[in-house]
């Protein structure tokens, strides 16, 4: 990667974050702030695609912010803001209904089939409208690189599409981005369902790992989390997809190779395992709570304030350019 590569992503607060969030995202931020232009938004308007309730969207917003922090976003370097105190963020999307997006192109994305279920006539247009807001965030930061877990990627492409679109349209206005994924935890499973992303919004409270779960309820879920038939411990994600995923849990937040791991446990039961992964999981949540309660509601606010007012002044002049191509200006 060239030095000082433009990158942009979100994550929006409508659950928890989960350790499915920082093992395919925020770990990856963490890692690629240090030599890039990072602009890392809590996407609140992507939030409300669904019903939320306004005093625990509020709450989730600023603790997006606060867990960004305590996992070493560095908000001097990078940029972290709210995604609703831009109005260009919106105001694009709209641009980019109008030129550069298909009905068709919507209809294909798995995240709204895989939503809407059999209810597609019943769901908010912003849940089918949803990855053109997402374009428009990356597309108004010129992000060349855009660190995702592998269920973004297809949005991701969607975005080159539309920007190459409207390029063709309007002149070259929009840099092209690409998704960057994480090898090892690319697609973290839910822990009572391994044919299942682990997500924030998953009914079963025992599927995921908050960031913010005590070590208590944590253990337990590990101790509870669904196996595969098999008594040894091995990394095989085809015939033993859960087991897999709990190997790539530990690897990622244990900071360990998963081979190395599969040696190490061999001759052991999935009971003694899931021990030593429950010990891992409890050590980095208590580490990273540990950071989260040290930061005040007051400090992430300024953060807040200040990425505003970074990013008002980079979206605003993207915008200009692009209302005068479109010819409103
Ligand atoms: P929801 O359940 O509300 O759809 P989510 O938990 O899937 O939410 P998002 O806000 O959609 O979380 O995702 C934020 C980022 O975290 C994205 O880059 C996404 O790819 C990544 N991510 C989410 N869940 C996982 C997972 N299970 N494994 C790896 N990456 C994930
Ligand atoms: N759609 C993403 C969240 C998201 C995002 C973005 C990610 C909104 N805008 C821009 C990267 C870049 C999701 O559901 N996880």
């Not at 769901?123 to 374009?135: E, Q, R, T």
């Not at 599927?207 to 590990?222: F, N, Q, T």
Request: hydrophobic residues 40%; contains cysteine.
């Amino acid at each position: 990667m060239k030095k000082e590569t433009k990158i942009f992503s979100g994550i929006k607060p409508s659950g928890d974050l989960t350790i499915g969030n920082y093992i395919g995202a925020i770990s990856q931020w963490v890692e690629i702030q240090k030599d890039n232009e990072c602009v890392f938004s809590i996407v609140d308007y992507h939030a409300i695609t669904v019903k939320q309730d306004p005093a625990d969207l509020r709450r989730r917003i600023l603790d997006i912010a606060k867990t960004y922090l305590a996992a070493g976003i560095d908000p001097k370097k990078s940029i972290i803001f709210q995604q609703s105190q831009i109005p260009a963020h919106t105001e694009l999307a709209w641009i980019l209904n109008c030129t550069g997006t298909n009905m068709a192109d919507l209809k294909k994305m798995t995240q709204f089939k895989d939503k809407a279920g059999d209810k597609q006539d019943g769901v908010s247009v912003g849940l089918f409208d949803y990855p053109v807001l997402m374009a428009a965030d990356i597309l108004l930061y010129d992000a060349q690189i855009v660190p995702v877990g592998e269920d973004q990627k297809q949005h991701v492409e969607l975005t080159r599409d539309i920007a190459k679109r409207f390029n063709n349209e309007y002149g070259t206005i929009f840099t092209i981005p690409e998704a960057r994924v994480h090898k090892a935890g690319a697609r973290v499973m839910s822990l009572s369902d391994p044919t299942k992303k682990m997500a924030k919004s998953d009914e079963s409270k025992l599927g995921y790992i908050a960031l913010l779960d005590s070590p208590e309820v944590a253990r337990k879920k590990i101790m509870k989390a669904v196996t595969d038939s098999g008594d040894d411990i091995d990394y095989d994600p085809i015939n033993r997809p859960a087991l897999a995923n709990l190997l790539t849990i530990y690897a990622r937040l244990g900071n360990r190779e998963i081979p190395r791991l599969v040696k190490d446990n061999k001759g052991k039961g999935y009971g003694e395992f899931k021990k030593a992964l429950a010990d891992v999981v409890v050590k980095f949540l208590e580490n990273f709570q540990e950071k989260f309660n040290s930061i005040s509601d007051e400090e992430t606010e300024k953060v807040l304030e200040d990425g505003k007012n970074r990013a008002l002044a980079i979206a605003e002049e993207k915008m200009k350019k692009i209302r005068q191509a479109i010819g409103v200006r």
